[in-house]
């Protein structure tokens, strides 16, 4: 078999910091287990602009398309404030989601032990936490039409639709099914069908794809803004929530923060499976470019890295390594190791990002 192909984007802001530590990572799989990938990098986001005058070119699409896994930084940034929507850093990625077709969106909400008294919420209510959202992400109102800014009369209206089709929602559906068959066979979906026809329909197809083909599946129905007080309130009685593509950016960032801090939490956007039978897949932290710190040395990379632990298990079929190196984020944090946005209110002397990623070689080797 072909040596498999992994192309980096690592975008604006911290992207480029923290991909840098990903490489390292990377480069110690192919050095001590023999795991080798072929590694290109590209632009995206406003450093594609900057050298393109677009967020994302043909040509970079196109690779996108070909590569075995996308592992990507962040977009987004104060300086691209003013451009024009149509080249907004952020439109470069919902290109790539859309044209990928990368329908379900995996965002883990893991509490790590050693950072249960840094989440806003109490440690009873968050320790030991472990859920996974499974957000829709090629359609919704983020991408349904009518859309757009116009003139009505003497004022003007801002107009974006909901819409979603019957087997846009199946597919989804199954995703989150599929999943739950590797963890605890429980899903939740979440909708408002209580003012929304596609919350209507969502419900509807949800269950019955539970029924028809998941009857070991146990699932329930909520509505979104409930789930976001059942989220803050007892997140622990959740294991897999699906929902469509706003919902689940909001819900996602809320469960995120459980967790303690944004920095360490992993995304996957994954779609159909390709000719090789791996699945399209692009690899992202959820965290965003944070321009306050960029180009400081402070960023923390466990999210990125962990981005690339998921490419291990869902695109490379590598699930033990995959472990393995979230074992060894897992030792480093025990040791009391911490970058600065993962010290508490008593301080602490802050690691680098670079240094957190080597001590994450180190525990990689202590692995052996
Ligand atoms: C996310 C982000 C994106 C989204 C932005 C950057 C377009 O918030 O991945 O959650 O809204 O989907
Ligand atoms: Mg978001």
Redesign the pocket.
Known sequence: MSTPSILILPGDGIGPEVMAEVRKVIAWFGAKRALHFEVTEDLVGGAAYDAHGTPLTDATMARAQEADAVLLGA??GPKYDDLDFSVKP?RG??RLRKEMDLFANLRPAQCFDALADFSSLKREVVAGLDIMIVRELTSGI?FGEPRGIVTEGNERVGINTQRYTESEIARVARAAFDLARRRSNKVCSMEKANVMESGILWREVVQKVRDTDYPDIALSHMYADAGAMQLCRWPKQFDVIVTDNLFG?LL??AAAMLTGSLGMLPSASLGAPMANGRPKALYEP?H?SAPDIAGQGKANPIACILSFAMALRYSFDQGAEATRLEAAIDAVLAKGLRTADLLGPEGGSPVGTAAMGDAILVALDESL
């Open positions: 977009v987004g952020e990625l919902l983020y950016d996602s960032d959820v965003g």
